[in-house]
């Protein structure tokens, strides 16, 4: 029997370009919540994070009614507070109304005032609130994100309100009653953030919940390399022939080496043999190989120490490709710089960086082995370079060197391997098109390439995407790890060598805050600072003291950090 390829289906779209190889002969490139105001617990399936430097900042901007741009820069994280969640109610004779809060999955209620019912009783009860997504920690790849929860009251609630790192109230569309459903529509700062929703019942008793969220990805896996930031201190392990650890040398290291002038950065990224950083203030580092100008330094040696990108405006994520790169800046446009080769930088002119023409509002960037991707904050995908295996998700296998936007609902975040696409819909959803030849796309084929976005069946509320080479990742909304696609050297950690043509949970590992897909291994950040690592470790990329082709490991191994 024949296996059909489901229709396709114009949900999300973005496509990848087939990846280079690595320059090592065995390397990987070488191969193929919280607690309610009225003292219910909410389900909360993470602990506190306690992996970055970045403090929620103070927004001075009133954000639309269901959307609000942050712009202000965190710089370090949140210390919870010691003092336990209180509940202080008043009646019709008391003033006080102020309560203890903590930071993360916390509650806060103020009883301002009270009102009698016709039996006498008076309602000194705040409304609780329970944010379903997302779990507090989170390490995200987009600026947009939609928060769901729902508040509830005996009496009825009759307000719910967003606030975005301590800014002005946003006022949510909700229908009042005992039980009122909410969506929050935020744009991320760069760092933490601090998403606190407010709700209000008929006698203006009030009762609060806090979620910390962090924009940028603290761990990043490239060719045969990965990076890791924990508790302000970025540490590297793997291959550094280029100086592609910014370990100041061009030693490889088997166990994990603190890297150098890293210790400001918030956010990572990382493909075959150079690396990215995002600042707490916003400049991109650079460092590794420059073959082909993707550190943004012009022609030059390789670098074993990162070194800022110049002329690059206000940063606030960054994605590197096979050979070059894209920043994501604060007013909401893309810088490109590196390889050309088929139109990955998508705009005219040399590799220095530039900015791309027409793309505004964007949200969030990926870069594949010889493409480029962009969300909108419509939701729209944009995709240019390679399209040769169908990863720019317009039906042809063309090269397009201009951004071109793909028929779609909706989307918020976007991941790109070697040559497929994965599209994220806002409320975790996924959409995959692009390359199929070892079940990357997820829809259960394992067939032809998907010329067109192919529905991924559902399988969890996903929160954030990753992809490289030929495998697949997810973050699902209760802090599982899920894989799919190539895994000839156990990198999607399922226990085995077998590609998975379908989403498979990763079993054996903690909540997962962080995740980062390399060529041929992958690297997650645990809700406690842990760094673990399955798959390929020919030159070290595991971090776990050895290296060479009979050394990977089939199961998440964590990393033993100095």
């Given at each position: 029997?024949?296996?059909r390829?489901?229709?396709?289906?114009?949900?999300?779209?973005?496509?990848?370009?087939?990846?280079?190889?690595?320059?090592?002969?065995?390397?990987?490139?070488?191969?193929?919540?919280?607690?309610?105001?009225?003292?219910?617990?909410?389900?909360?399936?993470?602990?506190?994070?306690?992996?970055?430097?970045?403090?929620?900042?103070?927004?001075?901007?009133?954000?639309?009614?269901?959307?609000?741009?942050?712009?202000?820069?965190?710089?370090?994280?949140?210390?919870?507070?010691?003092?336990?969640?209180?509940?202080?109610?008043?009646?019709?004779?008391?003033?006080?109304?102020?309560?203890?809060?903590?930071?993360?999955?916390?509650?806060?209620?103020?009883?301002?005032?009270?009102?009698?019912?016709?039996?006498?009783?008076?309602?000194?009860?705040?409304?609780?609130?329970?944010?379903?997504?997302?779990?507090?920690?989170?390490?995200?790849?987009?600026?947009?994100?939609?928060?769901?929860?729902?508040a509830?009251?005996?009496?009825?609630?009759?307000a719910?309100?967003?606030?975005?790192?301590?800014?002005?109230?946003?006022?949510l569309?909700?229908?009042?009653?005992?039980?009122?459903?909410?969506?929050?529509?935020?744009?991320?700062?760069?760092?933490?953030?601090?998403?606190?929703?407010?709700?209000?019942?008929?006698?203006?008793?009030?009762?609060?919940?806090?979620?910390?969220?962090?924009?940028?990805?603290?761990?990043a896996?490239?060719?045969?390399?990965?990076l890791?930031?924990?508790?302000?201190?970025?540490?590297?392990?793997?291959?550094?022939?280029?100086?592609?650890?910014?370990?100041?040398?061009?030693?490889?290291?088997?166990?994990?080496?603190?890297?150098?002038?890293?210790?400001?950065?918030?956010?990572?990224?990382?493909?075959?043999?150079?690396?990215?950083?995002?600042?707490?203030?916003?400049?991109?580092?650079?460092?590794?190989?420059?073959?082909?100008?993707?550190?943004?330094?012009?022609?030059?040696?390789?670098?074993?120490?990162?070194?800022?990108?110049?002329?690059?405006?206000?940063?606030?994520?960054?994605?590197?490709?096979?050979?070059?790169?894209?920043?994501?800046?604060?007013?909401?446009?893309?810088?490109?710089?590196?390889?050309?080769?088929?139109?990955?930088?998508?705009?005219?002119?040399?590799?220095?960086?530039?900015?791309?023409?027409?793309?505004?509002?964007?949200?969030?960037?990926?870069?594949?082995?010889?493409?480029?991707?962009?969300?909108?904050?419509?939701g729209?995908?944009?995709?240019?370079?390679?399209?040769?295996?169908?990863?720019?998700?317009?039906?042809?296998?063309?090269?397009?060197?201009?951004?071109?936007?793909?028929?779609?609902?909706?989307?918020?975040?976007?991941?790109?391997?070697?040559?497929?696409?994965?599209?994220?819909?806002?409320?975790?959803?996924?959409?995959?098109?692009?390359?199929?030849?070892?079940?990357?796309?997820?829809?259960?084929?394992?067939?032809?390439?998907?010329?067109?976005?192919v529905?991924?069946?559902?399988?969890?509320?996903?929160?954030?995407?990753?992809?490289?080479?030929?495998l697949?990742?997810?973050?699902?909304?209760?802090?599982?790890?899920?894989?799919?696609?190539?895994?000839?050297?156990?990198?999607?950690?399922?226990?085995?060598?077998?590609?998975?043509?379908?989403?498979?949970?990763?079993?054996?590992?903690?909540?997962?805050?962080?995740?980062?897909?390399?060529l041929?291994?992958?690297?997650?950040?645990?809700?406690?600072?842990?760094?673990?690592?399955?798959?390929?470790?020919?030159?070290?990329?595991?971090?776990?003291g050895?290296?060479?082709?009979g050394?990977?490991?089939d199961?998440?191994?964590?990393?033993?950090?100095?």
């Amino acid at each position: 029997m024949t296996l059909r390829r489901p229709h396709p289906v114009l949900l999300v779209a973005a496509l990848s370009l087939p990846a280079c190889g690595d320059d090592g002969q065995t390397s990987a490139s070488d191969g193929s919540s919280g607690t309610s105001s009225t003292g219910t617990t909410e389900p909360d399936p993470t602990a506190a994070p306690t992996t970055s430097t970045a403090d929620p900042g103070t927004s001075t901007t009133t954000a639309p009614t269901t959307t609000t741009t942050e712009p202000e820069t965190s710089t370090t994280q949140p210390v919870t507070s010691t003092t336990d969640d209180t509940t202080t109610d008043t009646g019709d004779t008391t003033t006080t109304g102020d309560t203890s809060t903590t930071t993360g999955d916390s509650t806060t209620t103020t009883g301002d005032t009270s009102s009698t019912s016709t039996t006498g009783a008076v309602d000194d009860t705040p409304p609780g609130v329970v944010i379903l997504r997302p779990f507090d920690g989170v390490h995200l790849a987009s600026r947009r994100l939609l928060v769901t929860g729902e508040a509830s009251d005996d009496i009825g609630v009759v307000a719910a309100d967003l606030v975005l790192n301590g800014g002005a109230p946003v006022s949510l569309p909700i229908v009042p009653g005992p039980d009122a459903s909410f969506t929050a529509d935020l744009r991320l700062a760069r760092g933490w953030n601090t998403v606190e929703i407010v709700a209000r019942d008929a006698a203006d008793n009030i009762g609060s919940s806090t979620r910390l969220v962090h924009l940028g990805v603290p761990v990043a896996a490239g060719g045969a390399h990965s990076l890791a930031l924990v508790d302000g201190v970025a540490w590297g392990f793997g291959r550094n022939n280029e100086g592609q650890l910014a370990a100041g040398d061009l030693v490889d290291h088997h166990d994990a080496v603190e890297l150098v002038d890293l210790g400001d950065a918030v956010s990572l990224s990382a493909n075959l043999n150079h690396s990215l950083a995002v600042t707490a203030d916003g400049a991109v580092k650079a460092w590794g190989r420059n073959d082909e100008e993707q550190l943004g330094q012009g022609p030059g040696p390789d670098l074993s120490t990162p070194a800022i990108v110049p002329g690059v405006p206000e940063v606030v994520l960054v994605a590197a490709g096979q050979r070059h790169s894209l920043a994501l800046t604060d007013d909401g446009h893309v810088w490109s710089f590196g390889a050309d080769s088929n139109g990955q930088l998508g705009r005219d002119g040399d590799a220095a960086p530039a900015v791309i023409p027409d793309l505004e509002d964007i949200v969030a960037i990926a870069a594949g082995g010889s493409y480029s991707l962009a969300v909108d904050g419509a939701g729209a995908v944009w995709a240019w370079g390679n399209g040769s295996d169908g990863q720019l998700g317009d039906g042809m296998t063309v090269d397009s060197p201009v951004p071109k936007v793909i028929s779609m609902v909706d989307a918020a975040a976007v991941a790109a391997g070697k040559a497929h696409t994965l599209a994220l819909a806002p409320l975790g959803s996924l959409a995959a098109c692009g390359l199929d030849a070892s079940g990357q796309l997820g829809d259960g084929m394992n067939a032809d390439n998907a010329l067109l976005p192919v529905t991924v069946a559902e399988f969890a509320d996903v929160l954030t995407v990753a992809a490289s080479g030929n495998l697949s990742l997810a973050l699902a909304g209760d802090a599982a790890l899920w894989a799919w696609g190539q895994n000839f050297n156990g990198q999607l950690g399922l226990g085995d060598a077998l590609d998975r043509s379908e989403p498979t949970i990763v079993p054996g590992l903690p909540p997962v805050h962080a995740i980062a897909a390399g060529l041929a291994h992958t690297v997650v950040l645990d809700a406690d600072g842990g760094v673990w690592a399955s798959g390929l470790n020919s030159f070290g990329q595991l971090g776990k003291g050895d290296a060479g082709n009979g050394t990977h490991s089939d199961v998440p191994l964590l990393v033993a950090l100095p």
